[in-house]
């Protein structure tokens, strides 16, 4: 026999494995944030996309609070999006996008994208790694949980999973994750004739039969570990290729936008008819200290802006797919990224790592608004200043538990998020629609301000409990002012903030009807 | 299993048949319930056998040869370690160009001259990374019987910078060139070293760290990543970051000459304090070039907790040399004891000679359970399956070693690129370390490089990169007898036995050609070599051992060290 012949019988219908329109991709159902997902969608065929923008993605140049220009100005002059040139929103005039987001501000005017202003959590963390880890596993700022929100997700519909999976009913990948693409860098002299024998969607033949008994080492604990995953790749490499093989995207989607490969992978896929229920896919290079804006091009271009483009575009184009595939109606996704940045620049026309900042769902069954107001600026900003949180990152995951996959929320509640938070109105199915649009006026500027020892702040009860909360301007929740009943009406509380350092500090408001913040001086 | 079964499974393309789901087999939680290895940091008394000296060699080298056994076998351990740990003084030779192409020619440099001296040229830095990619595969497939390469790649993981962010090629080969040099030497001088380097202040922005906009970016990862962990027993705070960062404000670059110097203009002046957990030192703010010192005050005072970096780093290089579970055994009789000599001096060479000479690396426990880095399946694929590199002219040199480079990177070990400053997730995500390397995609995917470099893999035109295994069957001591031939390639590949049915299985399907005599193999071998000029005898042999060493590449088992 010839090295040809063994060759071509040896890796008959090619090889690279998950190998698809040059995109490497893994199908898993275990990884610390998806340990395993979800035959929901076998319930109810939905798909939620989870796109992850990794390194801290400075929301304040994403989503602009354009009624807060001033104060914006003062504290990042060097990274300032020129006003007239931030992209506007359709019935908010005071909130923009940034200038290269184009095809998703059109989406957000046709109706299909859902921003949720100031997503973070309580003491927030500036570590990529931590803060990664708690999105990811939905935890609580010092509790450190070992599976992720999704797997939890998945155990509570299918438990014993995954003993009797696949099987003839559900043969499919629980969740995929698309990789990196293969970088331009890896793209030199002789990748060419590396790839050059690969069949995009066909698989490496690897021996199987019997395996001989592993010990209860180490070693026989790995070798376990590498056996389940060669039968794993064999298992999910024929319902994958199948799948990829039936359909073909309907859209054109951006070059050189290693997001938009991803996602054109993922809507392949889903047409193709897999049941997968959880997709996510990733884009780096958010942690933007410096150079985040052009030095000679303006500030609307450069490393940030040409991120954002690529998020853009690619959502755009995997809509318009989905659209003409004709399975938009039950796809949704969202961006997400493990902290904000700072509200000060740096001198290198940078930002460094900070904490709340916008999200952004969609999908044609998003409701299209804005929840929640926009961030307001302090008139005098310190390197420390952080953004705090209107909403919890565990509010949208709740949201998405309950109003896109129908899971009970005592389920979402115990089961999944480890505690209880309420849903916001992002889908049109939710029933919390209408709250959360707290009215301006229910919390007033406290007066005096700044202050130097009290100060009173004046606030509207619609009636029932009341909350109102004091932060520092690192997020970390220093006091509960107020806690209990309150007739409808207007109340007062009055803050002694002898002890508190100088600085920027923030005070927030919670009621039945949603919540609202304001900043506060202390001298 | 039936031999028909086998072979249609090996080599048909059909529906592979349904196995367990494998969906969920990274770890949730360490396994300690695990019989882990046993034994302190007492030198090791016992047998120094094979099995011994190949699981030093396994852990310690990128690939080696039956030749590196037979030479280490007649030492004795301490002997053998000693001769491990003796790095060549002198560094190889720097990168050169390789890369000009007929369409695309270096101006400045030469083919064949190396391009570490400069002029830069910022329109061939791709091509220069690219080279020095490949410069690296080249170190590490060099023949050697020391622990540099590896050392060195453990130093590259810890202080991880990503070159296609450092940009500059000069400054990404000064890293690397400083790494390796230091990879054996003082841990406090290196880390204060790697502060002032120009390719980490690049990465980390510390050159961008000034007075008036601090940046605490290399603060936050000397103390999370490089010197002191995050762990319960490592409580500094933000305000200890902040602090340190404005320690560290006035470190620049100076862009001639690709080094790093102080700048006290941009340098804050005042007082920096810090918390109860580093005793509220306050770092007296100094002004002039003595501020640089600051520096120095802040790394004094980071290793004064001398136990937190010491075990934190110890427990770094245990994982990376012996496995990822730490038990209180462990800690109490392994880590915590070298710890405490190594705060002593911060030398590393005495912390990884005692680590690779202790009862506890050669317990039996501890051998086998290592999941190969695609360095390491790589480079012992090419050194064990004896591929010939070439080695002129420089044009097939560099496309040779790239090819192997990107093997490696598209399986999930792009060297020179860490996914980002954390260094690779299998050195440090628990529970699931060593795991994270192997999923659906690169694994199947590295066991297709290494069948694809056995049966010839073309990297440049017709130039190709493929194993002699009739040279590789011959180095063993009875290539005739299909036994023998089986089990010692076996032991030279494996960690670890496979079942005699298995081997059994095997030979019939292969080298007898799915007949059950020995025979049949035995009279193809010996035809071949009466007549090693007849291509269809060559072929015959050729056949079933490469059918033999794809089953072997293709078991779990090689993927382990």
Known sequence: ?523 | MQRRAFISNLIADKEPPKALPAEQFQNKALPTDLQLGQGGIANYTGTWGEAQVKHLLRRTLFGFTKADVDFFKTMSMSDAVDYIMNIPTTQPNPPVNGYNTSTDIDPDISAGQTWVNGPDNINYHGQRRNSLYAWNMEQILAPQRHIREKMTFFFHNHFATEAETVGWPIVVYNHHKMLRENCLGNFKDLVKTVTLDVAMLIYLNGYLNTKTAPDENYARELMELFTLGKSSESQYTEDDVKAAARVLTGWRINVNNYTSFFSDVVHDTGNKTFSAFFNNTVISGKTGSAGATETDDLLNMIFAKDDVVARYIVRKLYKYFVYYVIDSNIENNVIIPLANDFKQNWEIKPLVTALLKSEHFYDSNNMGCYIKNSLDVFSTFVKQFKVTMPTSPVEDVFSAYLTLHYGAAVTGLNWGNPPNVSGWPAYYQTPQFYQLWLNSDTLPKRIMYTVLLMVGFQYKGTNTLVSDIIEVAKQFSDPSNPNTLIQESIDLMYAMDISSAKKQSLKQSTLLFGQTSDHYWTDAWNDYLANPNDASKKNLVLTGLLYMYKYLLDLAENQLA
């Open chain 1, 1 to 523: 026999m010839k090295r040809k012949d063994f060759l071509e019988k040896s890796l008959k219908a090619g090889m690279l494995p998950f190998f698809i329109n040059g995109m490497r991709f893994q199908a898993y159902g275990s990884t610390p944030m998806l340990k395993a997902i979800a035959e929901a969608s076998a319930k109810n065929g939905k798909v939620f996309v989870l796109i992850q923008l990794s390194g801290g993605n400075d929301g304040l140049n994403t989503i602009i609070p354009l009624d807060q220009y001033t104060n914006l100005a003062n504290a990042r002059n060097n990274v300032l999006i020129q006003d007239s040139k931030v992209l506007t929103l359709n019935g908010f005039s005071g909130t923009g996008m940034h200038p290269a987001m184009t095809g998703l501000r059109n989406m957000f005017n046709d109706g299909k994208v859902n921003i949720v202003q100031s997503v973070g959590y309580p003491n927030p963390n500036f570590s990529h790694f931590r803060a990664t880890d708690i999105w990811h596993s939905s935890s609580d700022s010092n509790a450190f949980i070992n599976s992720g929100w999704a797997g939890r997700y998945l155990e509570t519909i299918y438990p014993g999973f995954p003993t009797g999976y696949p099987n003839t009913n559900e043969p499919d990948p629980l969740a995929i994750s698309i990789g990196f693409s293969v970088s331009t860098t890896l793209m030199g002299p002789t990748a060419n004739t590396g790839m050059a024998i690969t069949d995009p969607v066909s698989f490496y033949q690897l021996v199987t039969g019997t395996v001989d008994p592993a010990p209860n080492t180490p070693m026989g604990h790995e070798l376990t570990y590498v056996r389940l995953v060669l039968q794993q790749t064999q298992e999910y490499n024929t319902t994958v290729k199948a799948a990829a093989q039936s359909v073909s995207n309907k859209a054109t989607y951006p070059s050189n936008n290693e997001l938009a490969d991803q996602l054109k992978i993922v809507a392949n896929l889903i047409a193709g008819g897999l049941k997968t229920s959880i997709y996510t896919v990733s884009l780096g290079g958010f942690d933007t200290h410096s150079a985040q804006v052009s030095a000679s091009g303006g500030n609307e271009t450069g490393a940030h802006a040409n991120l954002l483009k690529k998020v853009s575009d690619a959502i755009a184009a995997f809509q318009s797919d989905l659209e003409q595939l004709g399975i938009a109606d039950r796809v949704a996704g969202m961006t997400y990224s493990e902290f904000g940045r700072r509200i000060k620049s740096n001198d290198s026309r940078g930002t460094d790592h900070g904490a709340a900042a916008p999200l952004i769902v969609f999908g044609t069954k998003v409701n299209p608004t804005i929840i929640g107001s926009n961030p307001t600026i302090p008139s005098s900003v310190n390197v420390d200043d952080n953004m705090p949180m209107q909403y919890d990152f565990r509010q949208i995951y709740a949201s998405i538990l309950v109003d896109w996959f129908d899971t009970p929320a005592t389920s979402a509640d115990n089961d999944i998020l480890l505690k209880h938070f309420d849903t916001l109105p992002i889908f049109k199915t939710s029933t919390s629609v209408n709250k959360y649009q707290v009215d301006n006026q229910s919390l007033m500027q406290n007066y005096p301000n700044p202050f130097t020892e009290m100060t009173t702040i004046d606030f509207i009860s619609p009636g029932g409990m009341v909350e109102l909360r004091l932060y520092d301007n690192q997020g970390r929740l220093l006091s509960v002012l107020v806690k209990e009943q309150k007739a409808k009406g207007k109340h007062s509380y009055v803050l002694n903030g002898a002890q508190l350092p100088p600085g920027n500090y923030y005070y927030q408001l919670i009621t039945a009807n949603g919540q609202i913040g304001r900043h506060i001086i202390k001298q």
